[in-house]
């Protein structure tokens, strides 16, 4: 056994000085603070998600569809999961479909490294937050959406997945699964350091604050998609966002009970059916890729918002109090965020044209594929 003769002949700490990995209890009206936090971050989630969907349906896709010439035909969103844009091109190019396809996950990209780029530069710590999360709902969804969309083939990614071989849809899923591991590792160090700024707690706590706000706002918003997918379903926009193994297996269940009906036999109850479909659509899917993406989301995650925070307890003269006005400047801007769709929403008849085919239609995915 040796001694760390660093450690060993190092100076005591001083009892004033502050000690970033320590795990001090917390200091009064910490619980008010955390409780602010989880209120912002789910208000701020609720905003860009809200303000994202409109970009990403109505300037991503509609917008991009009518440059290459193409008519909109209509357009329908959901209040709190998702949407869709139909549209008809006067061509069956394939250049201009597969570009108005990636044009929301390009624009989330892109708006998602504005705002980053923005918060750094900041200077009030609730802005910084808002930009903050900005750019982790924009570009940590757009590159998740783009890596399950082209691997599963559904959604904006169908398209990418039908014209590109297996090497370069290989590659494809694995850069922007890089991208959202990296989306959230640099995004989440810049939130973990402002929170470290307004939780009078140890980075570990911070951390977890910050673990607790992610989750409770997640929560919230997945609910609220939830029960409106439940009680106002769409469809085109179920139908939209299937995967490929899905589709196909449809098919060859379709094809299967064609056979049975010309040869007589008898026909399996809808309980059959519905076992044999999911047996079909488990040996058409690919490789899971759900779980590493997830784990890597996750990881990066953690890591950025551990070193924000310790960069942020390094620094004790930097520490300010989030105060109830900037928490209900938030939740009125979600709200004028919801009140905006649910607009947009109600004029969606005066823009509906004759039905468009399913080929002609974008969705968007939902907080999930947030």
């Known amino acids: 056994m040796w001694v760390n003769v660093r450690t060993f002949m190092s100076p005591a700490p001083s009892p004033h000085r502050r000690d970033a990995h320590a795990s001090a209890p917390p200091a009064p009206g910490s619980g008010r603070a955390l409780l602010r936090l989880v209120v912002l971050s789910a208000c701020v989630g609720l905003l860009w998600s809200r303000v994202t969907l409109v970009l990403h349906e109505l300037l991503g896709h509609a917008v991009t569809a009518s440059l290459f010439g193409a008519r909109v035909t209509g357009y329908h969103l959901f209040v709190f999961a998702g949407g869709r844009v139909s549209y008809r091109f006067p061509d069956?190019?394939?250049?201009?479909?597969?570009?108005?396809?990636?044009?929301?996950?390009?624009?989330?990209?892109?708006?998602?490294?504005?705002?980053?780029?923005?918060?750094?530069?900041?200077?009030?710590?609730?802005?910084?937050?808002?930009?903050?999360?900005?750019?982790?709902?924009?570009?940590?969804?757009?590159?998740?959406?783009?890596?399950?969309?082209?691997?599963?083939?559904?959604?904006?990614?169908?398209?990418?997945?039908?014209?590109?071989?297996?090497?370069?849809?290989?590659?494809?899923?694995?850069?922007?699964?890089?991208?959202?591991?990296?989306?959230?590792?640099?995004?989440?160090?810049?939130?973990?350091?402002?929170?470290?700024?307004?939780?009078?707690?140890?980075?570990?706590?911070?951390?977890?604050?910050?673990?607790?706000?992610?989750?409770?706002?997640?929560?919230?918003?997945?609910?609220?998609?939830?029960?409106?997918?439940?009680?106002?379903?769409?469809?085109?926009?179920?139908?939209?966002?299937?995967?490929?193994?899905?589709?196909?297996?449809?098919?060859?269940?379709a094809r299967r009970l064609l056979e049975a009906r010309r040869r007589g036999e008898p026909l399996p109850s809808d309980e059959e059916r519905r076992r044999l479909l999911e047996a079909l659509a488990r040996s058409k899917r690919p490789w899971p890729l759900d779980p590493p993406l997830a784990l890597g989301v996750i990881a990066g995650a953690l890591v950025g918002l551990a070193r924000g925070a310790r960069e942020g307890a390094a620094q004790p003269s930097r520490r300010r109090t989030l105060t109830k006005r900037e928490v209900g400047v938030a939740a009125l801007a979600a709200l004028a965020a919801v009140g905006v769709v649910v607009v947009l929403r109600a004029l969606e008849a005066r823009f509906e044209a004759p039905r468009a085919s399913a080929a002609q239609v974008l969705p968007r995915a939902g907080p999930d594929g947030g």
């Open 92 to 253: 069956e190019r394939p250049g201009p479909r597969l570009v108005t396809s990636l044009g929301g996950i390009a624009l989330e990209l892109l708006v998602g490294a504005v705002a980053l780029a923005l918060a750094r530069r900041a200077r009030r710590p609730a802005v910084r937050y808002a930009l903050a999360s900005l750019a982790v709902i924009d570009a940590a969804h757009g590159a998740v959406y783009l890596a399950r969309g082209t691997h599963y083939g559904y959604g904006d990614g169908a398209l990418l997945a039908e014209a590109l071989g297996p090497i370069t849809r290989i590659a494809i899923v694995a850069c922007a699964s890089a991208i959202a591991v990296v989306a959230t590792l640099t995004a989440g160090r810049e939130l973990g350091r402002l929170a470290a700024d307004w939780l009078p707690s140890s980075p570990r706590r911070v951390v977890a604050s910050m673990v607790l706000a992610a989750v409770a706002s997640l929560a919230v918003h997945g609910a609220l998609a939830w029960g409106e997918l439940r009680w106002f379903p769409d469809a085109r926009y179920a139908a939209l966002m299937q995967d490929a193994a899905t589709e196909r297996a449809k098919q060859e269940l």
